[in-house]
């Protein structure tokens, strides 16, 4: 069940992720033509607030449920699964609810002493609405994860963004006049909406599921759950809130480094608005596919190890890092290949596609290191990830300190690569002495890099001598991309690095 189920999962979490990046694009291109790139940059500034939020009331706790629910579906305990679902709410609701009022009485220091922007203060106060909402849609989906139903974790996130979208073009006109503030604001008030909708659905799909489940009776006591939660999530949530402060950190000093490279206040956050809100999410939406795996992986590790089977342990993680580094390389090819052409045909801003290309020899570093946290976490090593994580935060925020003031942005990005380098090496080494697997070099990395270089140069004669000449800019980066996959694919079979076998396995 192990191996079906992480496919059938990665499928269904990666369909819904497309929808949902595919939405999330066309939002932030009607963003950012709406607020500018200083305007972009001013809402990103805010996310890594609200990520720090997330990581305090609700990342810990509802992986613990995922991982816990797996184990009792394994059994056959649905009602203990119930269980620990409840019991996460009150924790998760609770902390939750400080965090808010937290939140709305400290967001004029917060804008002003740790953003070092006043005009975010707005923007953070209406975050406060939408902490509660946010927890309960997390431990939702964890509860489906944890039952291998990707469906509904991945449908939350698409009706999530419809609604934020919505709020936010219905509320254009009032808001964007008023200035760069009240534009801010109203992405916060996205957010808002986005998570209320979000918990709703999940809400309304439980208590749908729950009437279809075997009768059972449970067989734990609340105290005894909430310790076990506890006991998973404390390093968890200490992990993502650590990690998230060091990231928050590293993006708010981006901007103010920049202004020591020679940009003005404006200039700054404009370039800022440029790599975090424009180039950066081009450059992650492969990661959808990494990401559906890494969820997935929580629940089916863990059900292969409350079973002891080590042969779908071994299966399950083999796989899932030759897909991340397919994925991972191959896009890196892309931005390498189409990056000013993805730029221009989205946001029409050469600038981003400089910063694309730049960006693009991270890719299979920031893929490979999405999967390892899916696996360490399924493992139990909540610990190292966290440690691994803080190392490399810390080293990041010093390169920032060092590189940005004399190289602008491509210091941060050259902190980026060194971070997501030392972390993915860290986890890799630790993930496979664990579970006692070798590295396979040939079969995870060079097989798919010689493929990546072959489809690559085929698309660049293509490119160049054909698809420019017969079609507008857009059209031609949307054959080029496709064809690049298809060429990609072609040369990964022929390498080898993809079989009949690994075909099968999606059928």
């Known amino acids: 069940m192990g191996k079906k189920a992480l496919i059938t999962g990665t499928i269904v979490l990666t369909l819904t992720s497309f929808a949902t990046k595919i939405l999330g694009f066309i939002f932030r291109i009607y963003m950012s033509n709406i607020m500018g790139a200083e305007g972009v940059g001013l809402y990103q500034l805010i996310f890594p607030i609200y990520m720090l939020i997330w990581a305090a009331s609700s990342a810990g706790i509802s992986l613990a449920v995922s991982k816990k629910v797996a184990e009792h579906t394994a059994h056959g305990r649905h009602a203990d699964g119930i269980r620990t679902l409840r019991s996460a709410l009150i924790i998760s609701v609770s902390i939750a609810t400080f965090m808010s ?149 590293e993006n708010i000093l981006i901007p103010i480094q920049l202004q020591k490279f020679g940009m003005n206040n404006s200039e700054a956050l404009g370039m800022y608005g440029m790599f975090s809100g424009m180039a950066l999410p081009l450059l992650l939406f492969p990661s959808m596919v990494t990401m559906a795996i890494s969820t997935a992986l929580v629940p089916a590790i863990s059900e292969a190890v409350a079973k002891n089977n080590t042969r779908v342990l071994h299966k399950t993680v083999s796989k899932s890092i030759q897909y991340s580094a397919v994925i991972g390389i191959g896009s890196c090819v892309l931005f390498l290949t189409l990056g000013d052409e993805i730029a221009m045909a989205c946001y029409g801003r050469q600038e981003v596609g400089d910063l694309l290309r730049y960006l693009a020899i991270i890719c299979p570093f920031l893929y490979l290191r999405d999967i390892l946290t899916g696996m360490l976490n399924g493992l139990g090593l909540q610990r190292l990830t966290f440690k691994g994580n803080s190392i490399a935060s810390v080293i990041c925020i010093v390169l920032i300190l060092i590189l940005v003031p004399r190289l602008g942005i491509i210091g941060f990005v050259v902190a980026m690569l060194i971070q997501s380098t030392l972390v993915s090496c860290y986890h890799l080494w630790h993930a496979l002495k664990h579970i006692n697997l070798s590295v396979d070099i040939v079969g995870w990395f060079i097989k798919p890099t010689l493929a990546a270089v072959a489809g690559g140069l085929t698309l660049n004669y293509v490119f160049d001598h054909h698809l420019m000449t017969l079609f507008s800019l857009r059209i031609s980066t949307v054959i080029g991309s496709l064809s690049l996959a298809a060429f990609y694919i072609v040369f990964l079979f022929l390498f080898k690095s993809i079989t009949k076998e690994d075909i099968k396995l999606f059928i």
């Not at 609604?163 to 008023?178: G, T």
């Not at 109203?186 to 279809?212: D, H, I, N, V, Y």
């Open 101 to 249: 009022g937290f939140i709305f009485v400290a967001a004029p220091w917060v804008a002003n002493s740790y953003i070092h922007e006043p005009r975010t203060a707005l923007a953070l106060r209406y975050l406060f609405v939408c902490v509660p909402f946010m927890a309960i849609a997390c431990c939702i989906r964890g509860y489906f994860q944890g039952r291998q139903e990707m469906a509904v974790s991945g449908l939350a996130q698409v009706v999530e963004q419809i609604a934020r979208m919505a709020i936010i073009i219905c509320f254009a006109s009032l808001y964007i006049p008023k200035g760069i503030e009240y534009a801010c604001a109203l992405g916060a008030l996205g957010l808002c909406a986005g998570e209320f909708c979000s918990a709703l659905f999940t809400f309304t799909m439980f208590q749908l599921k729950k009437r279809k489940l075997p009768p059972s009776k449970p067989t734990l006591p609340y105290r005894s759950i909430m310790g076990s939660l506890m006991t998973i999530s404390i390093p968890i949530t200490a992990n993502r809130f650590l990690t998230s402060a060091l990231s928050s950190i």
